[in-house]
């Protein structure tokens, strides 16, 4: 059938519409939180394609390159099928790309408790406010240090987390200096974590209770349970 020209304007329309509305995934999976204070839940995760960051104890690498190009209703739809209560946007970096922040707003709209995991490296200020963000301060041991953007700080919510995972004494160090330079955990709740593999997570906890520190240790649940296995 022949298509007119103001037909073929709706199909243009259309389709530049959910372009724009489209996000690059490495997976979507089911699956029990395994960081931070939603630690336990039964999670839904979304992991975004793509880091601009590289820090060298990512666990994640895989999600540095590849993924596929899918519309946010197909996401919601996949979330949906799960049926869970907690949904995390994770990645790579997923505020690396622009139309997470319209996935998230659209995440709390229907209902779900949203958690993001963030770098800290880029500008959190436009996340809906009902994400509960769980942000990452990077420690020198990770190579990134100088991506922190200390402005984010500002823009966190007492839901929100601030998260530091550590490598090494010095890192440990850095980590209670900058919580007391900036009184992170006036602002909100401060977790420390060990890189897997790399400090002895017992070390860890001694140094914080040593220094009687306001922090919260946490281990990462999933590595316990499921090792290294992508898609838990
Ligand atoms: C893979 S990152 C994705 C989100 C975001 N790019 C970030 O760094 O927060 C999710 C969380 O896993 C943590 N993580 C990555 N590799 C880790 C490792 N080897 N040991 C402990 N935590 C790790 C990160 O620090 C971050 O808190
Ligand atoms: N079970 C489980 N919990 C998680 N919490 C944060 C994760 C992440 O990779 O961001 C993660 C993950 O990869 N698996
Ligand atoms: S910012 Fe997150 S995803 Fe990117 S390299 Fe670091 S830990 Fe991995
Ligand atoms: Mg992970």
Redesign the pocket.
């Known amino acids: 059938m022949a298509v007119n020209a103001s037909d073929a304007n709706v199909a243009n329309t259309t389709s530049a519409a959910s372009a724009a509305e489209r996000l690059r995934i490495t997976e979507i999976f089911h699956s029990i939180q395994g960081?931070a204070d939603a630690i336990g839940w039964r999670t839904v995760f979304v992991r975004l394609t793509g880091?601009p960051?590289r820090?060298v104890?990512?666990?994640?690498e895989y999600?540095f390159y590849g993924g596929d190009w899918r519309d946010i209703d197909d996401i919601l739809a996949e979330v949906a099928s799960h049926g869970a209560k907690h949904v995390c946007v994770?990645?790579?970096?997923?505020l690396a790309q622009k139309r997470c922040l319209i996935l998230l707003r659209k995440l709390c709209d229907e209902g779900y408790e949203v958690s993001l995991?963030?770098?800290?490296a880029i500008d959190v200020s436009d996340v809906d406010p009902r994400v509960r963000k769980?942000?990452?301060l990077?420690a020198p041991d990770s190579g990134e240090s100088k991506r922190n953007l200390w402005t984010n700080l500002n823009h966190l919510l007492p839901h929100d987390q601030v998260?530091i995972?550590i490598a090494s004494r010095a890192d440990y160090e850095w980590s209670r200096d900058v919580v007391a330079e900036h009184a992170i955990d006036k602002r909100c709740m401060v977790l420390f974590?060990?890189?897997?593999?790399?400090v002895e997570p017992r070390a860890l906890a001694e140094w914080i209770i040593e220094d009687k520190l306001p922090v919260r240790f946490q281990l990462?649940l999933h590595k316990l349970l499921w090792q290294d296995a992508p898609g838990h």
């Open positions: 960081e880091c960051l820090c104890w990512c666990d994640t999600s994770t990645g790579g970096e997923p995991e963030t770098s800290g769980v942000m990452d990077k998260k995972v974590s060990p890189v897997h593999g790399a990462q």
